[in-house]
């Protein structure tokens, strides 16, 4: 698959709007989006969360995310359910002020473990 392919057959991804890392990280599986999260660019993030252990911590480090709408969101919710009905769970990582604003227009800032630092959030 090349850099501007998706798995969402609706919208191919551009490349330089998000990019997104996952790696191990002392017993916990961090993801670390860089860029824009919404309709056109959610799929590389969707895949790095399919493919991690239901039953896992996952970290996702949002302090390189630059904006997010509601696809992000859903995104965001959608790993949430999946992961805490396997025994797993889901922290964050600073959000941006913009991504942070719009977490909590919406409430998710309540629902997510949210942490100022990755250090506190693997150790979380």
Same mark, same amino acid.
């Given at each position: 698959?090349?850099?501007?392919?998706?798995?969402? &057959?609706? #919208?191919? +991804?551009?490349? %330089?709007?998000?990019? =997104?890392?996952?790696?191990?990280?002392? !017993?916990?599986? /961090?993801?670390?989006?860089?860029?824009?999260?919404?309709?056109?660019?959610?799929?590389?993030?969707?895949?790095?969360?399919?493919?991690?252990? &239901?039953? #896992?911590? +996952?970290?996702? %480090?949002?302090?390189? =995310?630059?904006?997010?709408?509601?696809? !992000?969101?859903? /995104?965001?919710?959608?790993?949430?359910?999946?992961?805490?009905?396997?025994?797993?769970?889901?922290?964050?990582?600073?959000?941006?002020?913009?991504?942070?604003?719009?977490?909590?227009?919406?409430?998710?800032?309540?629902?997510?473990?949210?942490?100022?630092?990755?250090?506190?959030?693997?150790?979380?």
């Amino acid at each position: 698959m090349s850099d501007t392919e998706s798995t969402n &057959p609706h #919208s191919p +991804v551009i490349a %330089d709007r998000l990019r =997104v890392d996952a790696a191990p990280a002392d !017993g916990v599986v /961090v993801i670390a989006p860089h860029g824009e999260l919404d309709f056109d660019t959610v799929a590389p993030l969707v895949d790095a969360l399919n493919a991690q252990d &239901p039953a #896992s911590h +996952v970290v996702i %480090d949002m302090r390189a =995310v630059t904006f997010m709408d509601s696809s !992000g969101i859903n /995104v965001l919710l959608a790993a949430y359910q999946t992961l805490t009905k396997k025994g797993g769970r889901l922290s964050l990582v600073a959000p941006s002020g913009p991504v942070l604003h719009t977490l909590r227009i919406v409430g998710v800032d309540t629902l997510l473990d949210c942490h100022s630092s990755l250090d506190s959030a693997v150790n979380s």
